[in-house]
Every structure is written in structure tokens, then in C-alpha cells.
């Protein structure tokens, strides 16, 4: 199994992204997907989540409003787009999903078993 994650970069403030989680070896359809950013030094934060039977969502207080996650179960990707970017988003960003996890409710809390490599997300004048 493996998470491809992809689609960070260097953005001013007020622009946007689209993250992308590739999976292979595992159809991420079935299964709920969350988002995740670390800045070094601190830790690991959740940012968003999407079911897997109704695609319902779950975002971070700090990006709700500002960032939508979507799927696409015919390219086994999972999307993150992020409009009106902060500074404060900088961080490293990874997507994380597990074949016992369905459902947001505890997407903060979930013993993950597979991860994206992570892609860098820089937000700077």
C-alpha cells in the first residue's frame, strides 16, 4: 500500500493549492481519508476528513471555510483544495488512512496504518 501525496508548494498569502493522495494497493474509496500538517517543532494537527460511505466531512476550526476536501473513487485520489491560504498554513502535509476507519467522528485519534510521504506547503510573500 501506498500514499502519494503531492501538489504543495510555494504560495502568496490569499492564493491557493490543490493537494492531491494517490493511493495504490488500497481502494480509498472504501475507507475514510483524513489530512494532516506538522511544522516542525510542534505537533501534528488534523486538518480535515472525509468519510467513506456518505463522503461526509470534517474540517479543522482553522480552515473551515477555506479549504475543501473531495474524493475521486475513480482515480483512487483523495483532493484537498486550499483557497485563501495564511502564513500560518506552512507546514508539512500528509494524508493518512487506515482499513479500519470509515467514519471522521474520531479522525484525530485514529491509529493510522498507511501515510503519505508528505508535501511541503509554503505560504510567503
Known amino acids: 500500500v501506498q500514499l502519494q501525496a503531492s501538489g504543495g508548494g510555494l504560495v502568496q498569502p490569499g492564493g491557493s493549492l490543490r493537494l492531491s493522495c494517490e493511493a495504490s494497493?488500497?481502494?480509498?474509496?472504501?475507507?475514510?481519508v483524513g489530512w494532516f500538517r506538522q511544522v516542525p517543532g510542534k505537533e501534528r494537527e488534523g486538518v480535515s476528513c472525509?468519510?467513506?460511505?456518505?463522503?461526509?466531512?470534517a474540517y479543522a476550526d482553522s480552515v473551515k471555510g477555506r479549504f475543501t476536501i473531495s474524493r475521486d473513487n475513480a482515480k483512487n485520489t483523495v483532493y484537498l483544495q486550499m483557497n485563501s491560504l495564511k502564513p500560518e498554513d506552512t507546514a508539512v502535509y500528509y494524508c493518512?488512512?487506515?482499513?479500519?476507519?470509515?467514519?471522521?467522528?474520531?479522525?484525530?485519534?485514529?491509529?493510522?496504518?498507511?501515510w503519505g510521504q508528505g508535501t511541503q506547503v509554503t505560504v510567503s510573500s
Open positions: 493518512a488512512t487506515d482499513r479500519l476507519f470509515y467514519l471522521c467522528g474520531d479522525y484525530l485519534t485514529v491509529d493510522y496504518g498507511y
Open positions: 472525509i468519510s467513506s460511505k456518505d463522503s461526509s466531512t
Open positions: 494497493g488500497i481502494p480509498l474509496g472504501y475507507y475514510a
